[in-house]
């Protein structure tokens, strides 16, 4: 398994460009998230999915975009960068929302680093 | 809205010296509470878990935290740090069925040789 896959690693855009974080997990989970790291603020929720078709907006949306088409991947759109997008990307995963013996343990990937000039 | 708050946000200690990180939430009802580690560089890993059952909980590496309902706290400890314990320390907690965590704004460990 490979786990919780995140493309690119290393990113640089110039303000106005787009682009997407790719993610892909294989661990077959249903639950998928998109988080900012910034230093100091720990980590924000962005978007998080429930399942393939639905998705839902976080702690701060705005900005992004998200798809997804398949349990298995979950792409993160930015359309209009600007400097303030500049952070650290997770993607995470997990296999349910937790309850019972399952906590829903979040599975994170390396990060993607996104500097917006 | 909840919330976690994390006391220290960066501490300094020296070898085998002891550990104790505090985490406190808001939120009354019922809670799944997650410590997570990201060593320089790396991902966010793991450390330790809480959804029931015993209020203390131990974890990976020697960590061991305890749940405290009536506090709404989750404190991390370590009797004896190590060097390779540098680095950035994450409580999280989730509430609902969406599976959706909220992180604290971590806490920086620096270990002195």
């Known amino acids: 398994n490979a786990g919780v896959t995140q493309t690119p690693k290393f990113r640089i855009l110039k303000i106005g460009q787009s682009m997407t974080l790719q993610c892909t997990q294989d661990?077959?989970?249903?639950?998928m998230y998109w988080y900012r790291q910034d230093p100091g603020m720990g980590l924000k929720l962005i978007y998080y999915s429930v399942g393939a078709g639905i998705t839902d907006k976080g702690e701060v949306p705005n900005g992004y975009n998200v798809s997804r088409s398949t349990t298995e991947d979950f792409p993160l759109r930015l359309e209009l960068a600007a400097p303030s997008q500049t952070s650290v990307y997770f993607c995470a995963s997990s296999y349910s929302s937790g309850g019972g013996s399952n906590t829903g343990e979040l599975f994170f990937g390396e990060g993607s680093r996104l500097t917006v000039l | 809205a909840q919330s976690v708050s994390q006391h220290n946000h960066h501490v300094i200690l020296s070898e085998a010296a002891s550990l104790e990180l505090g985490c406190n939430y808001s939120y009354g009802g019922t809670v799944n509470l997650f410590w997570y580690v990201q060593y320089p560089g790396q991902h966010l890993q793991l450390l330790l878990k809480?959804?029931?059952?015993?209020?203390l909980v131990k974890g990976i590496k020697g960590f061991e935290a305890e749940f405290i309902k009536s506090k709404f706290s989750f404190n991390l400890r370590k009797p004896s740090v190590q060097w390779s314990d540098t680095a950035e320390y994450f409580c999280?907690?989730?509430?609902?069925?969406?599976?959706?965590?909220?992180f604290g704004q971590g806490t920086t460990l620096q270990v002195k040789p």
């Open positions: 661990m077959n989970h249903n639950y």
């Open positions: 999280a907690v989730r509430s609902g069925n969406t599976g959706k965590l909220i």
């Open positions: 809480y959804f029931s059952g015993d209020p």
